[in-house]
């Protein structure tokens, strides 16, 4: 699915989703029984919106994708410089299918939660930053 013109759904919008899911990876770490898997994946999520709305803002079309990878090489190709800290996110794209279910080839440790959130929020914020500018 290409994001065509008539896309009612502007960077702002996308960028308050990537907010959203930013809150719950960060927030639902006090609830007792949420899964550091399902935290991850909503840090994920909030990169991948972000990267989206930037790609909206510069007019730059996308596939449908979870891969990181592909909207920062979208972004690049379309002359948005993206700084180290948000090409370093791009191990977050394994948190978008393989931690949502069940079967997840290893434990999600206190410490890898903590960087995941970090790399994501680095992410959105850069975004918010570029979409202000």
Not at 13 to 24: F, P, T, Y
Not at 46 to 65: S, W, Y
Not at 80 to 93: F, N
Request: overall charge negative.
């Amino acid at each position: 699915m290409t994001r065509n013109e008539d896309d009612s759904a502007g960077p702002q919008a996308w960028l308050q989703h990537a907010k959203s899911n930013l809150i719950l990876a960060d927030r639902g770490h006090r609830i007792k029984d949420v899964l550091l898997e399902d935290l991850c994946f909503n840090a994920q999520q909030a990169a991948e919106k972000a990267l989206k709305a930037v790609c909206i803002q510069h007019n730059l079309d996308f596939q449908k994708t979870h891969s990181l990878v592909r909207l920062m090489d979208i972004l690049e190709a379309g002359g948005v410089s993206l700084p180290d800290e948000v090409k370093r996110a791009d191990v977050l794209t394994q948190y978008a299918v393989q931690a949502r279910y069940p079967g997840w080839e290893e434990e999600i440790t206190e410490e890898e939660y903590k960087d995941v959130l970090a790399l994501a929020a680095g992410v959105v914020f850069w975004a918010e930053r570029t979409l202000a500018e």
